[in-house]
């Protein structure tokens, strides 16, 4: 029952009806006009309607075996070959399954000149270990992600490469890259506005959010031991513009790890939520 006052016992204001009676205010939770949910609580990686925002991205990454030495947080392992994209160039789909046909795989990054393009190439229609190779030039690839109704093959993985070089795996068990690197379009600018990471069970991983400016080195923006668990940090908040970690125009962003104790190598997972506002 609330106080005269109106207020309870440890000093907080309770709400009330007409008759004194506490009334409970359920939590709320911000919706679109069809109803949907707008984020999902305690989620770091949420979805988030951001004023003066171009674009929301949640970026993403899992390395299963990272060493003591420094690696990317991507599937493939080792650090990611930024020297791939040294020369712009078309990029190749290729699975290891031969049974892995007519998968439709959609790949979105940057031109030679930072601005966004996007191509959509299918596996080979007999075999899937037949390279398939596209048209259009990539300077940066920020995303894989297999987009018709055909499923990867169980356990099959498709390649993506670039010149050679694989720039982006996409397993079965997600049939999406976990690529870990992000680069950021021509006009406009980034801010790393949360991040989460996990490790496997008893490991301990320094876990290092870095970026590069364009025709920069990268720099460590955070670095922070992940033990044993999932850990979060929100760095920003979408509605105050410049209070996230700062990326500039055509800079790139990259998710690092280096096992720290444990039996082996490490499993590591990272993710950040990346919004995009108009270079002004």
């Known amino acids: 029952m609330a106080t005269d006052e109106g207020m309870n016992r440890t000093g907080h204001f309770t709400p009330a009806n007409a008759d004194g009676q506490d009334v409970a205010i359920p939590a709320m939770v911000p919706v679109d006009a069809t109803g949907a949910r707008l984020g999902v609580p305690l989620n770091p990686l949420r979805t988030l309607v951001c004023s003066g925002c171009s674009q929301t991205r949640q970026v993403v990454g899992r390395n299963p075996a990272v060493s003591t030495s420094l690696e990317t947080v991507w599937s493939a392992g080792g650090l990611y070959p930024w020297s791939a994209w040294a020369t712009p160039g078309v990029?190749?789909?290729?699975?290891?399954?031969?049974?892995?046909v007519d998968v439709q795989v959609t790949l979105e990054g940057l031109d030679a000149d930072g601005e966004r393009v996007s191509e959509t190439l299918t596996t080979d229609a007999l075999d899937g270990t037949t390279p398939v190779t596209g048209l259009t030039t990539f300077g940066r690839l920020n995303a894989a992600y297999v987009s018709n109704g055909v499923d990867m093959q169980a356990g099959a993985t498709i390649a993506v490469t670039r010149g050679g070089t694989t720039v982006a795996e996409i397993e079965a068990a997600y049939q999406a890259a976990s690529l870990g690197v992000y680069s950021v379009p021509a006009g406009s600018t980034a801010e790393v506005l949360s991040v989460r990471w996990g490790t496997s069970k008893g490991d301990e991983v320094t876990a290092?959010?870095?970026?590069?400016?364009?025709?920069?080195v990268f720099v460590a923006r955070d670095v922070t031991d992940v033990f044993d668990g999932p850990t979060a940090y929100e760095y920003g908040r979408h509605d105050v513009p410049g209070s996230g970690l700062l990326v500039g125009e055509r800079a790139d962003i990259e998710l690092r790890g280096i096992q720290v104790t444990g039996s082996g190598s490490a499993v590591v997972s990272g993710g950040v939520v990346v919004v995009l506002r108009p270079v002004s």
């Open 208 to 216: 290092i959010i870095a970026s590069r400016e364009f025709d920069g």
């Open 91 to 100: 990029l190749v789909i290729v699975s290891d399954d031969a049974l892995d």
